[in-house]
């Protein structure tokens, strides 16, 4: 039967490799030869005449025709927050400041002697004596109980410090500037901000001056009442552009000013002492501690 002569049409829309060692056996014997440095023009025209039998030289193929392996694209402020934090903390920008601050209320791990590193309990303050390191990690219960001066010094052991007055509001406040991490006007659901007592619940109708005592104030048992602090990240709503969580309600978090000021109120207050992230309160020692504190960490930029 005669050889037809009708050959199906190429797409040039479509790449077109022939692999180096499955080119088929009859190229070159209808090219005779294959030119090193046959350029790109002359491959394309070469199949738009029908060459069917063509085999392009395997440094071609891979080079000019073969789409490239199939990679990740990050925008710029993606790849530059990759770069500048590491990944448990959030590249914070606006204005004149840049800072890396973590992405979760911190938690404690113990490192022992032998340089272990063991989980501490949430519920309970961090002795004087002893070594603790801060960590930033979603879906845990985080470290409240702690001073400011424990705070500083577990931040200090992970390579980070507290955040300032200033890092620690712009963060909170979002690329925007809001009042809420999530926007000026409140969602009272959106956080950590509508938690039971659990003094109350706890010490029922003992009198309110001795709800104040430092060890009724830090009784291990009060974050673990139902309805109290809640793990890291679980209000998804609680946070920003920045991708900084909980940052309103939860855990008050120490900040870096030497006389003691924490910020931000805890899953009972959000607004006695200013609303959202404008919340700071000052009137407690950088000693001071008990189941309302927590912290964050903050670090500059590579």
């Not at 193929?61 to 790849?79: F, G, H, R």
């Not at 845990?140 to 390579?159: H, K, L, T």
């Not at 620690?168 to 009042?179: D, S």
């Not at 000013?257 to 609303?275: L, M, S, V």
Request: aromatic fraction near 8%; include cysteine; charge should be neutral.
């Amino acid at each position: 039967m005669p050889r037809s002569t009708e050959r199906a049409p190429i797409s040039t829309n479509t790449p077109f490799v022939v692999s180096a060692d499955r080119a088929p056996a009859r190229s070159s014997a209808r090219l005779g030869f294959v030119v090193p440095g046959l350029g790109l023009g002359l491959v394309l025209f070469a199949l738009a005449r029908g060459a069917d039998g063509l085999a392009v030289p395997h440094a071609l193929a891979t080079s000019a025709l073969t789409p490239p392996l199939e990679t990740v694209k990050l925008d710029p402020p993606q790849l530059e927050e990759i770069v500048a934090c590491t990944s448990d903390m959030a590249l914070v920008q606006r204005d004149d400041l840049r800072v890396c601050v973590d992405r979760y209320e911190a938690s404690l791990v113990e490192v022992k002697p032998s340089g272990e590193e063991k989980p501490w309990s949430p519920y309970l303050s961090p002795p004087s004596t002893g070594a603790f390191k801060a960590v930033s990690k979603a879906g845990v219960v985080p470290q409240g109980y702690v001073s400011r001066n424990q705070a500083e010094a577990a931040c200090f052991a992970a390579g980070k410090r507290l955040c300032s007055a200033s890092e620690w509001r712009v963060a909170c406040e979002g690329p925007e500037g809001t009042t809420f991490p999530y926007g000026d006007r409140e969602e009272p659901r959106a956080c950590n901000t509508h938690g039971v007592n659990p003094l109350l619940r706890l010490f029922g109708g003992a009198s309110t001056k001795g709800f104040w005592r430092r060890i009724e104030m830090n009784h291990p048992a009060l974050n673990q009442v139902p309805g109290t602090v809640a793990a890291t990240g679980a209000f998804g709503k609680c946070t920003n552009g920045f991708g900084v969580h909980d940052m309103v309600g939860n855990l008050h978090e120490w900040t870096s000013e030497k006389k003691g000021a924490f910020r931000g109120g805890y899953y009972r207050d959000t607004h006695e002492n200013g609303p959202g992230c404008r919340y700071v309160t000052k009137a407690h020692a950088a000693s001071y501690h008990d189941y309302s504190t927590g912290f964050r960490c903050c670090r500059d930029p590579e």
